[in-house]
């Protein structure tokens, strides 16, 4: 649950303007469903579309900062280096400067130019300050790319539109996003085997989470510190509910396990071990250690509840071994699957039409999770199986949704992370029972690691199907409007 300065600020004070959803119907021409994605319109189109004045140099900075200011929304909401890279160097070639090197760190993006053996090189630099899960945001930049290819958009009339939608205001009210949240929780713990009650209070739990994080990155407390709160504030309630009887003691757990996942996923892992994938070791390096980080931060905050706990002589959550391991009442986990995806989609503001999408890949992901296991599957086994089909599907859905492939695939596996092995492991360690307890973090790692590879290998495959279908002639004279 990452908040974003830039669409945050001080609050919810961003924009309000009462005639924001009438220009966003108005801008909606150029979004109609009838449209392809991004990747299936970048087919042998001839470049420069519009060329640009090689010599004019404040027309070629005009070039480059729009370039690196559309890298900077992608990268800042977790998309890999390789897909950053492209997206610059299309924005790029677009206008005339087809010979771009491209470096993308993991808050930076640097671009340089070659006019010519009679011009200097032109370069520009964008540092990337914050990270956004905003993904209406990252599917308009998406669709402002295509139509700058297929309608021939002047510079200067590309960047106002490019200033208009991250100006705006997200399409929910604030209070849609911590309910999305909270619901994402109370999913997960149905899913994990909890009741109505163990739901009920994971939803207040995680909506209580959400607004005192919110708070305190108001305040400039790190995100470090942020998800250690959120660690022990999700912990109490388990504790105390432990406390009350030996009967939900087990159950209890369920609860913290549901808040792992929830404070997990926010976190940038399918972005980081696709940069390790591709090439990018520099970045993914970068990415992951915040990820442990911030992972760390998750585990310290639930193990000082923990040891306080037991410290008082208060009842600790415990792990029944077969929670959540079965496919006893498979609806009931389908179910909870898909609305989990739904709620972290609506979470990070998702339009409309992606919702539908993430519903599909987070049941799909869940079922191919189950079975897998219900065959004989490992969890590291069955949780890269089943990210595979979600990167596939998720590919395919995307193109229908008019949706980034990341929306789809982010909300796809967030059911399937392993926030239950990360509790188990640190009961096992509260417990003196150290080789356990570090087996089953590390299983917990292996499954983040699966997940996010299966992913990549899910969308290759999808890239694959896309470049072997019939080819596509570019039409100039197509456009957004039709």
Request: glycine share 10%; hydrophobic share 50%.
């Amino acid at each position: 649950m990452s908040a974003d300065p830039l669409a945050e600020g001080d609050g919810d004070t961003i924009l309000e303007r009462p005639g924001l959803h009438r220009w966003w119907r108005l801008r909606r021409p150029f979004v109609l469903p009838s449209q392809r994605a991004t990747a299936d319109n970048i087919v042998a189109a001839p470049t420069p579309l519009q060329p640009i004045d090689l010599g004019d140099d404040a027309e070629v900075s005009q070039v480059l900062d729009l370039a690196v200011r559309v890298g900077e929304v992608v990268l800042a909401a977790g998309t890999g280096v390789g897909d950053t890279s492209a997206q610059v160097r299309f924005i790029a070639s677009t206008y005339g400067l087809n010979s771009c090197d491209i470096d993308v760190t993991f808050d930076a993006i640097r671009i340089w130019a070659d006019r010519g053996p009679s011009l200097p090189p032109a370069s520009d630099m964008r540092v990337v300050k914050y990270r956004s899960l905003d993904f209406t945001r990252l599917a308009a930049v998406d669709r402002l790319t295509r139509r700058i290819r297929s309608q021939i958009v002047p510079v200067d009339q590309a960047h106002a539109a490019l200033d208009e939608l991250i100006s705006s205001r997200h399409p929910y009210p604030r209070w849609v996003s911590t309910a999305g949240w909270s619901l994402l929780a109370a999913a997960i713990a149905v899913l994990l085997g909890g009741g109505f009650v163990l739901a009920a209070i994971s939803f207040a739990t995680t909506a209580v989470i959400d607004v005192v994080n919110r708070f305190l990155h108001q305040l400039g407390l790190p995100m470090f510190f942020q998800h250690m709160i959120g660690g022990v504030i999700a912990t109490i309630p388990a504790i105390a509910l432990a406390s009350i009887s030996d009967h939900w003691r087990s159950d209890a757990a369920l609860i913290v396990a549901a808040g792992i996942t929830v404070l997990l996923s926010g976190q940038q892992l399918v972005g980081s071990v696709q940069d390790a994938i591709t090439g990018a070791p520099i970045t993914a390096a970068a990415r992951m250690l915040e990820v442990v980080m911030m992972t760390g931060g998750i585990v310290a905050g639930i193990g000082l509840a923990l040891r306080i706990s037991t410290m008082m002589g208060i009842a600790v959550p415990e792990i029944a071994a077969s929670a959540g391991s079965d496919t006893e009442y498979l609806a009931i986990k389908l179910a909870a699957g898909a609305v989990a995806a739904i709620a972290f989609a609506l979470a990070c503001y998702a339009e409309r039409r992606a919702l539908f999408a993430a519903g599909l890949s987070g049941a799909g992901g869940t079922m191919a999770f189950l079975g897998a296991q219900d065959i004989g599957f490992g969890p590291v086994v069955s949780s890269g199986l089943a990210a595979i089909l979600i990167g596939l599907a998720g590919g395919l859905m995307a193109r229908r949704a008019l949706t980034p492939p990341l929306v789809v695939a982010a909300a796809g596996i967030t059911p399937l992370l392993p926030g239950l092995k990360v509790y188990r492991g640190l009961y096992a360690l509260l417990e003196d029972e150290t080789l356990l307890g570090f087996g089953q973090i590390l299983a917990a790692f292996g499954v983040g690691c699966a997940l996010a590879a299966g992913v990549i290998l899910g969308e290759w495959f999808d890239r694959l199907l896309s470049r072997r279908g019939a080819p596509r002639d570019f039409d100039p004279s197509f456009t957004s409007d039709r």
